[in-house]
């Protein structure tokens, strides 16, 4: 498991960065600002819209908290603390709710959100902490992020690429899962 994700990291810098290229692709890359292609909204309160049977996750930066049936977001987004842990994106593509310490993304249609979130994960978004304290981030500050980006079908072939890493290593992580379980039960 730890090999598989070390060569997806390595994938990742390789395919992210351009310095590698799939095959079939020779467009150049773009050099824009994270704003340019996408817009940092901040979470609400959760306290009025909790339903603990609700269809939608509430969401923290640290995951699901919780359940609603009201969204407020409902297309794939790219989510990132704005207090606490900040240096760890997350990936939604299914409705939501995030809480006011977790930034969603709103991202222009001419770019593939899976994409995105990978090129999220290999930015050290705690070079742009802002407190002394707990780690912060604004808005603004994401936005100011330059990145070089390639053309749409070029993001969809990558994150289709690590979106299949990912699985397999899911897979693994299940599998040892069932091992363990297995072992503790011929022990007892």
């Excluded at 909790?50 to 923290?60: C, F, T, W």
């Excluded at 606490?84 to 991202?107: A, N, S, V």
């Excluded at 705690?126 to 981030?137: D, F, T």
């Excluded at 397999?168 to 599998?175: M, R, S, V």
Aim: hydrophobic share 35%.
């Amino acid at each position: 498991i730890n090999k598989k994700i070390n060569i997806k990291q390595g994938v990742m810098q390789e395919l992210l960065t351009g310095r590698k290229r799939l095959n079939g692709f020779t467009g150049k890359w773009k050099e824009v600002r994270l704003g340019d292609i996408l817009e940092v909204c901040h979470g609400k309160s959760q306290h009025d819209i909790v339903d603990n049977n609700g269809k939608y996750p509430i969401l923290a930066t640290s995951g699901e908290i919780g359940r609603t049936d009201i969204f407020i977001y409902n297309k794939p987004s790219v989510l990132i603390g704005r207090k606490g842990t900040i240096d760890k994106p997350q990936y939604m593509d299914l409705p939501f709710w995030t809480i006011d310490t977790l930034f969603y993304t709103k991202i222009h249609e001419d770019h593939y959100p899976k994409y995105l979130y990978y090129l999220f994960c290999t930015i050290d978004w705690l070079l742009y902490n802002e407190a002394s304290g707990v780690p912060s981030l604004s808005a603004r500050t994401i936005e100011m992020v330059e990145i070089k980006i390639p053309q749409y079908r070029e993001q969809t072939a990558i994150a289709n690429i690590l979106s299949d890493m990912d699985a397999e290593i899911e897979a693994l992580e299940q599998k040892l899962s069932k091992y363990k379980a297995i072992k503790q039960g011929m022990m007892h």
